[in-house]
Nanobody, 121 residues
Framework: QVQLVESGGGLVQPGGSLRLSCAAS????????MGWYRQAPEKQRELVAA???????NYADSVKGRFTISRDNAKNTVFLQMNSLKPEDTAVYYC???????????????WGQGTQVTVSS
């Protein structure tokens, strides 16, 4: 059984910062990619940022220069540092991991339960 547990969401004023964390646990053999997606009300889920096991990153254009994704491979944990937050960043943020469970050779997508980020004055 594999679980992704997120933490760090909350309410912040425009221009403020938040740091999200997501830890993957369970019967994991390897994780190739971890990332963050978000979904605002009445909008589709979109990629925010992702990072490979080798450290390659990609970001949505809307967050470049404001958000930074990082990863602790030894702890199967991914972080999202969000600075200069804007009201349009308000959404539920979901952690994603592309990983191979123990005793398998295939990779699967796993998702966290989501954490609310609200940017408002």
């Amino acid at each position: 059984q594999v679980q992704l547990v997120e933490s760090g969401g909350g309410l912040v004023q425009p221009g403020g910062s938040l740091r999200l964390s997501c830890a993957a646990s369970g019967s994991i053999f390897s994780i190739s990619k971890m990332g963050w997606y978000r979904q605002a009300p009445e909008k589709q889920r979109e990629l925010v940022a992702a990072i490979t096991s080798g450290g390659s990153t990609n970001y949505a254009d809307s967050v470049k220069g404001r958000f930074t994704i990082s990863r602790d491979n030894a702890k199967n944990t991914v972080f999202l540092q969000m600075n200069s937050l804007k009201p349009e960043d308000t959404a539920v943020y979901y952690c994603n991991a592309v990983l191979s469970p123990i005793l398998t050779v295939r990779e699967y997508d796993y998702w966290g339960q989501g954490t609310q980020v609200t940017v408002s004055s």
